[in-house]
């Protein structure tokens, strides 16, 4: 049976934060070319429909923490605080991997950054998992510390925040439709990013809970990920339609 190598978890963390500045210093400037952004930026390029890329690329994420679990021997059960924290994870991929992707209705994605996005989630998965499943130690009563409750609090409100945000950008398109509207109600009233604020919400909820340096590293790389994402969305919205909400923000309510 596999064991904990501490050195491994803080290497593969800190090459997780410096994938997160790398991405930072990408995207800043020009847009990740997926989704809105992509026609005008790469016109000639492989495509996948978006429910098969989104299930193929999340999937690791999902099936590479539930692999470790399995392969761990004896079963790691104890204590309850380590068990919660592992569903926590399983439970959003869940959610991304085998019930988002079927209710898209996103355009193709390119296989290019499939790719990517699919080896992302290999690595993530393994990380994320390796460490909860194999090194973390909590107490027993981790279950009642403050940064456990504040923590799953927060990963609760923002996996509710994201969720129903991508309800609402899925409503706005009927089946088959590919064009963008405005979106409305929600979180959206306030941030042209409100899935984005969701998620990152999440996984600095899910750090604080598990208070672990994989999933800050994590939190990090979703900031420097989506953040930019949601600011360069909320410029595509300004500049495409002349009566967009003046006071929404991009990312922060009422802030930014
Ligand atoms: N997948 C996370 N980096 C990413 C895919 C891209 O889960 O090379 C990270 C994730 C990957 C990225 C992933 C990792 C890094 C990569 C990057 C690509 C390049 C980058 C690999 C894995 C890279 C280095 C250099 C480090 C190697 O047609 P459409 O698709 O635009 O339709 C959209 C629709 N919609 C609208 N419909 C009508 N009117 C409007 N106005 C509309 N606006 C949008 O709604 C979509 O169908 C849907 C959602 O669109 P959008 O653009 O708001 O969200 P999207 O970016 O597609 O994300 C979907 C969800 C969302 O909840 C988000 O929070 C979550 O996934 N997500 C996304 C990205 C990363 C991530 C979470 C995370 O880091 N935790």
């Known amino acids: 049976s596999m064991q904990c190598f501490p050195s491994l978890v803080l290497a593969l963390s800190s090459l997780l934060g410096a994938l997160a500045l790398l991405q930072l210093s990408l995207y800043l400037r020009v847009p990740s070319r997926y989704g809105k952004h992509e026609e005008r930026l790469c016109r000639a390029r492989g495509r996948l429909p978006a429910r098969c890329a989104w299930f193929l690329q999340e999937l690791p994420s999902f099936l590479v923490p539930a692999l470790l679990l399995a392969l761990r021997s004896p079963p790691r059960l104890e204590p309850l605080g380590c068990r919660l924290l592992c569903c926590l994870f399983g439970w959003h991929y869940f959610y991304r991997t085998f019930i988002y992707p079927f209710f898209t209705r996103g355009r193709p994605f390119p296989l290019q950054l499939l790719f990517f996005g699919t080896l992302f989630c290999i690595y993530n998965g393994f990380l994320q998992g390796y460490y909860l499943i194999y090194c973390a130690e909590y107490p027993n009563d981790w279950c009642t510390d403050i940064r456990f409750t504040s923590g799953l609090l927060l990963f609760l409100l923002g996996m509710g925040i994201n969720i129903h945000s991508d309800l ?89």
């Open 168 to 256: 609402l950008l899925r409503q706005l398109r009927k089946p088959g439709e590919v064009t963008y509207k405005i979106p409305q109600g929600g979180l959206f009233t306030y941030v042209s990013g409100a899935n984005y604020f969701g998620e990152i919400v999440e996984w600095f909820g899910f750090a604080i809970a598990t208070w672990s340096l994989p999933a800050f590293a994590f939190a990090f790389f979703t900031l420097c990920c989506i953040g930019p994402r949601a600011y360069h969305h909320h410029r595509y919205y300004l500049k495409t339609f002349t009566d967009y909400p003046k006071s929404r923000k991009a990312l922060i309510p009422f802030v930014f």
